[in-house]
């Protein structure tokens, strides 16, 4: 098998010619280290994400693993990313992480109880809030403890990821 264009002859070095020299690299990406702005996205992600996670509990009536590790993740994920590497958020986004998913039960307990009751959710939480924590503590049960360990945890290991 022949070549199409016969290889350089000799040494291209040999008259003292030095290499191209690579381009310089890029300098690296600044360091997010913000914490203030990390934790105020972690307590939006936080809100947000119990609102979310009350409603599809007081839809389908029931709680869902993957519906805390979402909580979980999305609090991490949040404070990770807008706040960066600092060790203070990924203990911080699993704290709230905790309140998220307590407040979305507590949420789904008032969805429960605005069917039931034919009251509005809102009026609920905003009312009788003292109701609502006696029949999530009649209610709750080992799953319920599983549901926070496992957000807390989604949480921590998001906030890790996401800083990287």
Known sequence: MSQPVPPPSGNPFANGGAPEPYPMAPPPAPVRDNVALGLVAA???AL??????GALLGGIERQISWAAIGVGFLVGFAAGK??????VLPVASAVLSLG???LG????IAVLGAKEFNVS?????LEDFGLLTEAWNEGKDALTFLFFALAAFAAFSGAKKAAK
């Open 43 to 45: 307590v939006v992600a």
């Open 82 to 87: 807008v706040g960066g590497r600092n060790p």
């Open 121 to 125: 959710a809102t009026e609920l939480l």
């Open 48 to 53: 947000v994400s119990a609102g979310v996670y």
């Open 100 to 102: 998220a998913v307590y």
């Open 105 to 108: 039960q507590l949420v789904g």
